[in-house]
T-cell receptor, first 115, second 110 residues
């Protein structure tokens, strides 16, 4: 099946620094990518919807200046957590919707720990 | 906005027993999807239901979509230890975004 690669899978950073997470659809074009956040033993919370070539649509309560999303091509979306703080520590997961079938595929997630 | 409620939150069964998780949406859905997440893993797509009243089967798993397209269920017959994980339903509305239920964590003991 289609593959979505997410990198890095694990990152530890100091408070105040910025961290970039990449989400790539390896063998298909993704018109739309979604970014989710998952706290331990909780569900996936949609943060934003990323459309290629346009600005991301953020969910209510998600700071767009804090979580910068760029979707520069049909195969790559990036999430940058700016000025990270310990409360930003979480599991971030992207998903990509296949252009032809509409099926959704998930990346393996990125675990962010902010010290 | 759309909300997706899922029950139960946890279920502990003996191997061989059946299991069901239920999903309800506050609004009518264009489709509903089910995912399984193993501990430490990422969500894996199981199935998508689109039509009102649709029923789909995958071996021991039976998925149903309600007539009003606002509720769904996943039933596992004769659970096995490999069924352990968290099952999420995710409803898609006309806005094209997926909203996930809180998930049902299934524990199967031999």
């Amino acid at each position: 099946g289609a593959v979505v690669s997410q990198h890095p899978s694990w990152v530890i950073c100091k408070s105040g620094t910025s961290v970039k997470i990449e989400c790539r659809s390896l063998d298909f074009q993704a018109t739309t990518m979604f970014w989710y956040r998952q706290f331990p033993k909780q569900s996936l919370m949609l943060m934003a919807t990323s459309n290629e070539g346009s600005k991301a649509t953020y969910e209510q309560g998600v700071e767009k200046d804090k979580f910068l999303i760029n979707h520069a091509s049909l195969t790559l979306s990036t999430l940058t957590v700016t000025s990270a703080h310990p409360e930003d520590s979480s599991f971030y997961i992207c998903s990509a919707r296949q252009r032809n079938t509409g099926e959704l595929f998930f990346g393996e997630g990125s675990r962010l720990t902010v010290l | 906005g759309q909300q997706v409620m899922q029950i139960p939150q946890y279920q502990h069964v003996q191997e061989g027993e059946d299991f069901t998780t239920y999903c309800n949406s506050s609004t009518t859905l264009s489709n509903i999807q089910w995912y399984k997440q193993r501990p430490g893993g990422h969500p894996v797509f199981l199935i998508q239901l689109v039509k009102s009243g649709e029923v789909k089967k995958q071996k021991r798993l039976t998925f149903q979509f309600g007539e009003a397209k606002k509720n769904s269920s996943l039933h596992i017959t004769a659970t096995q230890t490999t069924d352990v994980g968290t099952y999420f339903c995710a409803g898609e509305d006309s806005g094209y975004a997926l909203n996930f239920g809180k998930g049902t964590s299934l524990l199967v003991t031999p």
